[in-house]
């Protein structure tokens, strides 16, 4: 079988690795750049499964922190990978009562969850001072991953096991034979297939209209579109934290090289692809002085602006599954966190050619959501 796969994200790079290393398929990855250097390696990369709202997906996110832990066993526990707990407080009412009834739902569907005190606090993360009268929990469960670098050990293991990797290839459209996708063409060549998978994040959509098909996901180009975000990286500032920490107006973890990464809900909802490079630079130093105020005398600096451009589902959830004969998507919000989990199931189904029930929830052609109601 031959398999091609648009997108060297944490989808496609997961993807390709458990395709390739049965020994049964031709593999081959096309990335337009090279593998992690967009969304994957802007990202945030929080592994969670920390919304209780809907037990199903909950369960399916928590399979997927199940499947981070055993790639990260598989490499050796690198430091790329890394559950070394959450933080998150609120001061503010009604954000208080609301973060303390999120960790009781989550307790109750046996997720690692937990309240604790300022004095406490410090035997995880010494360096934290919530402010007074805070309510402080702790997800100690939870990680996060440096996105280009596990991309890249991914990829590098699906190379290995004799998947053909195609950087700096653009995929200028699908190839479609009367109803039936056949393959890609791109600015190397067509590449003829048994089965596409289209895993280009937010740029799916742009490669899918070439063979008449969509996505139900926000439109990253449109003017202050959700889609689009801002991470910022500081210089090194070894040890400071040790997991995650989301706190009022900031949120942030360690980054690969020793400092942090940092990002703010208020300065995403700010950002679209059309926000001036100036404009993110200001920002960046903004979440610095935000970064500051939360560990005073934080001698660190701006390293690194990145936007970036997140597929976002008009309802949430993962879009998996075939959209025409020969052609399978796998778009999805929180690919860091499912690209493993996604990849073992997306692989046995295309490999047995038999439906996961698993997926069944997350299929492209689901109805659309229904519209809220004034």
């Known amino acids: 079988m031959r398999i091609v796969i648009v997108g060297g994200g944490i989808i496609g790079a997961a993807l390709a690795d458990r395709l390739a290393r049965p020994g049964t398929a031709e593999v081959t990855l096309v990335e337009r750049d090279r593998p992690g250097a967009g969304t994957s390696g802007a990202s945030y990369a929080w592994l969670n499964a920390n919304d209780p709202a809907d037990a199903r997906y909950h369960a399916f996110r928590v399979a997927a922190l199940d499947a981070w832990r055993r790639v990260a066993a598989e490499f050796g526990d690198p430091a790329w990978a890394r559950f070394a707990g959450n933080t998150e407080w609120a001061v503010a009412e009604p954000d208080r009562d609301a973060l303390a009834e999120r960790v009781a739902r989550l307790r109750d569907l046996g997720y690692p969850a937990t309240l604790t005190t300022a004095t406490r606090l410090r035997d995880d993360e010494p360096a934290l001072r919530p402010p007074a009268g805070a309510v402080i929990a702790r997800f100690p ?63 799916s959509p742009a490669l899918l209209a070439t063979a008449g098909a969509a996505l139900p996901l926000v439109d990253a180009a449109a003017p202050g579109s959700s889609a689009p975000g801002l991470t910022v990286t500081t210089t090194p500032v070894p040890g400071l934290v040790g997991g995650l920490v989301h706190s009022p107006g900031l949120d942030l973890r360690p980054a690969p090289d020793g400092g942090l990464l940092l990002e703010a809900a208020d300065l995403d909802a700010a950002t679209d692809l059309a926000t001036p490079q100036a404009v ?94 004034p």
């Open 141 to 203: 469960g939870e990680g996060h991953v440096d996105g280009a670098a596990a991309v890249g050990a991914l990829v590098a293991r699906a190379r290995d096991a004799g998947a053909r990797i195609r950087t700096g290839t653009h995929a200028a459209g699908l190839l479609v034979r009367g109803d039936r996708v056949t393959g890609v063409r791109t600015s190397a060549g067509d590449l003829e297939a048994d089965v596409t998978v289209c895993a280009a994040g937010w740029r």
């Open 280 to 373: 993110l630079d200001a920002r960046a130093a903004e979440l610095l002085d935000r970064a500051r105020v939360l560990f005073p005398g934080l001698d660190a600096r701006v390293d690194r602006v990145r936007r970036c451009v997140r597929p976002l589902p008009a309802d949430g959830r993962p879009l998996v599954g075939p959209l025409r004969p020969g052609l399978y998507t796998v778009v999805t919000h929180s690919g860091i966190t499912l690209g493993p989990h996604l990849a073992g199931l997306v692989a046995g189904e295309i490999l047995a050619g038999t439906p996961d029930p698993a997926l069944a929830p997350y299929r492209p052609d689901r109805p659309p959501p229904a519209p809220d109601r």
